[in-house]
């Protein structure tokens, strides 16, 4: 083969050229960008968000203006695609319209775009895969293309599991709660299925290319790989939590969006220049093609959530996702129909066939089209009209920058003020605003924010959760109650409702009541910690040890599932799990109360606070006493003085002494330990003030005494701590 030839062959293996093909293309640059997103995104979410708001003007926006100029620019792909251009959207339109009016259906039109999302990407990367494959002179048999189309459905699969695995973290997102169980065993099944019909599909290619010529198909699946394979992985080996979002947007949209860019502009070229006939025309414009673009991508999602929240006073974030849904949605619809290396125009333009391109342009497209062509014509009043949108959008977008940018300073007051100023209409900006308010003394400025937040979305409980704890602070339970009950007539089913109903019915006495409503709350959402942890503290107020332990438990049992940064303070948990063995014990379930004692000693031990460890030693240690197993009891009593000792803390270390003298005294031990333990109990409360020990303990001391005698005990007085340190020691 000479240079020329080579040099040949290699250049109709790339679109624009090796390297960005490989980086963006092909997703090289896939490992750094991700890497860079998950170390910098949790320390600087703020600034990374206000980062991928301005890029999506730039990159995603115009990904999706990409898909509309493709299907409807040429006259003949519009009546070729007519279903998709114009039925199909029809229905998204309206489907768009009925969404604003009722809000229940925006959960379910995320959930589709959080789902569908990473398999538009997905059937993306096996379609350029193919297209550089064939570039390279491949012909995939059946077998070798099932493996390989096999191998990407497997990996978006794996990723499906576990964004539906378990109850959602996100309001937005309707998971289908696969267990957590059943779905670990599926996924690595899957991944196992990944392995060997990714060596099996790329081997039996190399065998027909040679591996050179598939470095950009390499390239391609090392990057599905990287966005969906690993991340799963991960979560399934390593325990991280990754949200369901995180598929959707973010880095992995960006990097699809260009990669998007990236092929279409390329057939655009293709497309214009084998459409001109005129040589003056040959010219492919690529500024005035991204030009159109962007000014398109700013009209399909910026205009209409500000009509909405100014025209009809709707909540512009609730609008704002219900665009950015929807027209994800009907992306991706029309994506999959224009789309295909077996269409014979688009093979001729991708892989530089021979196959006819038809030059016939259908007539067809009615009024539309008419229009489209005079509004892109010659004419002076349609190049005045084009250049006045043109300004307008680019304001239009401007402003939004600048409002999402101001919007998100939630400790700026004056930022939140004239982002409002904007638009006012936006409960999460109204909510924020209001917390600000009330930060800086602003009671009135505060519950007029939260008022305009409800009002905006009836739906979105922050703002009614924060105006109702305000009004709790200010002892209006009264309003507080009223509020509730008229929210509960937009929201009949919200559980948080009836929590918050149930603590105001507390307040005024009402406990059956109360109990009722967090009933209510599990009954809507057994997920509801609030309630479980609520009706447990109830319980175990009235003596109804049982049903406060099955509650307990059952707040903690949803706490172990939440991500780390929505579970509450160990403390609180671990002071839960110790009312929850309290109550076993009380409930007699000695077995149980031991298991529970014995776990919070070991989460106090793990968060390093030997203060609740000690306590959880302690009361574990009277019931292994009270059920005959001393030896364990002793050992318990033991570590539980120790820890006092490090602590300091003499209140805690007073009791416990007095509790294990007793022990030691009722136990058959020596009586000398137990007058020693009862000894150091009594000098520590006589040397703290706040310190009262119960009220036998004198008595308890004094008949010990009268046992040993007068002369024995005056000895042990004398010189405490040998034997105290004998009792910290001793064994059976």
């Known amino acids: ?69 493709r299907a409807y620019h040429r006259a003949e792909d519009f009546e070729k695609y007519r279903v998709f251009t114009v039925h199909i959207t029809a229905l998204v339109i ?30 993306q990367n096996y379609g350029l895969f193919m297209m550089f494959a064939r570039r390279a002179g491949a012909e995939p048999s059946p077998n070798t293309r099932r493996a390989l189309y096999g191998a990407f459905i497997v990996s978006y699969l794996v990723l499906f599991l576990g964004m539906h695995t378990g109850p959602s973290t996100d309001a937005l997102f309707l998971s289908l709660g696969i267990p957590a169980v059943v779905s670990r065993v599926e996924q690595i099944i899957l991944l196992v299925a990944f392995v060997i019909l990714s060596i099996y599909g790329v ?57 998007y860019l990236w092929i279409t502009s390329y057939y655009a070229r293709r497309e214009s220049a084998s459409e001109s006939t005129d040589k003056a025309q040959r010219s492919w414009r690529p500024l005035a093609y991204f030009g159109v673009l962007v000014l398109g991508g700013i009209a399909l999602f ?33 994506d999959g129909a224009i789309w295909k290396l077996r269409d014979g125009r688009i093979a001729s333009l991708l892989l530089n066939s021979r196959e006819r391109i038809s030059d016939a342009a259908s007539q067809a497209g009615g009024q539309f089209i008419t229009a489209c062509r005079w509004l892109v014509g010659p004419t002076a009043a349609a190049r005045f009209l084009r250049v006045i949108a043109a300004l307008l959008l680019l304001v ?91 929210s509960l007539r937009y929201t009949p089913k919200d559980a948080n409702l009836f929590v918050d109903h149930g603590l105001l019915e507390l307040q005024f006495g009402n406990s059956e009541r109360a109990i009722q409503d967090w009933n209510r709350a599990l009954d809507l959402n057994p997920h509801q910690s609030l309630a479980a942890l609520y009706l447990g503290q109830e319980f175990d107020k009235q003596n109804k040890p049982q ?17 780390p940064q929505n579970r509450p303070a160990p403390d609180l948990v671990i002071g839960i799990v110790l009312r929850m063995a309290d109550c076993q014990a009380r409930s007699s379930q000695p077995e149980v109360a031991v ?43 033991q570590r539980a003085l120790q820890l006092d000792d490090k602590v300091g803390d003499n209140s805690a270390a007073a009791l416990d002494w007095f509790s294990y003298g007793q022990f030691l005294e009722k136990s058959g031990f020596p009586q000398r330990l137990a007058y020693a ?32 005698g007068a002369k024995e005990a005056r000895e042990i007085r004398d010189n405490l701590e040998p034997v105290l340190y004998e009792a910290l020691t001793y064994r059976r």
């Open 1 to 69: 083969m000479t240079k020329a030839t080579r040099n040949s062959n290699e250049q109709a293996l790339w679109i624009y050229g090796p390297w960005l093909d490989l980086i963006v293309g092909c997703g090289a640059w896939s490992a750094p960008l991700l890497l860079v997103s998950f170390l910098l995104l949790s320390s600087s979410a703020r600034l990374w968000a206000v980062v991928f708001y301005v890029l999506a003007l730039f990159f995603n926006y115009p990904h999706y203006m990409a898909t509309i100029y």
């Open 94 to 123: 309206l489907t768009l319209v009925l969404s604003h009016f009722w809000m229940g259906l925006l959960p379910w039109i995320f959930t589709i775009y959080l789902t569908w999302s990473p398999w538009h990407y997905s059937g």
């Open 547 to 563: 049903q406060a332990a099955a509650h307990y438990e059952s707040f903690l049992r949803v706490m172990a599932h939440q991500p």
């Open 595 to 637: 298991k529970s004692f014995d776990m919070a000693a070991k989460l106090a031990g793990q968060t390093g606070n030997p203060k609740l460890e000690s306590l959880a030693d302690v009361n574990e240690a009277q019931l292994q006493s009270a059920n005959g197993k001393l030896d364990e009891a002793l050992q318990l009593y």
């Open 396 to 486: 239009w977008g401007t402003v939004d920058q600048v409002r999402y940018y101001l919007a998100l300073h939630s400790e700026n007051l004056t930022d939140l003020r004239r982002a409002a100023s904007l638009d006012s209409f936006d409960s999460p900006l109204q909510t924020r605003l209001g917390v600000k308010e009330l930060e800086d003394g602003e009671q009135r400025a505060a519950e007029s924010a939260f008022r305009r937040a409800m009002q905006v979305n009836p739906s979105d409980p922050l703002p009614r959760q924060e105006l109702v704890k305000y009004m709790l602070a200010q002892k209006r339970y009264d309003e507080a109650l009223s509020l509730i009950e008229v």
């Open 677 to 708: 333990c009862m000894t150091k109990s009594d000098s520590l409360a006589h040397s703290e003030q706040n310190i009262s020990l119960p009220q036998t303990a004198t008595a308890s001391q004094k008949e010990i005494e009268q046992r040993l």
């Open 203 to 259: 081997t039996r290619l190399a065998q027909r290319t040679g591996w050179r010529k598939l470095v950009p198909s390499v390239t391609l699946f090392s990057s599905q790989f990287l966005w969906f394979v690993l991340p799963s992985a991960l979560v399934i080996f390593r325990k991280l939590e990754i949200p369901q979002n995180r598929y959707s947007t973010g880095v992995l949209a960006l990097m699809h969006s260009a990669q």
């Open 302 to 334: 910026i205009p209409g959530p500000w009509l909405a929240s100014r025209a009809f006073h709707h909540d512009f974030t609730a609008s704002f996702l219900i665009f950015t849904a929807l027209i994800n949605i009907h992306h991706f619809i029309l």
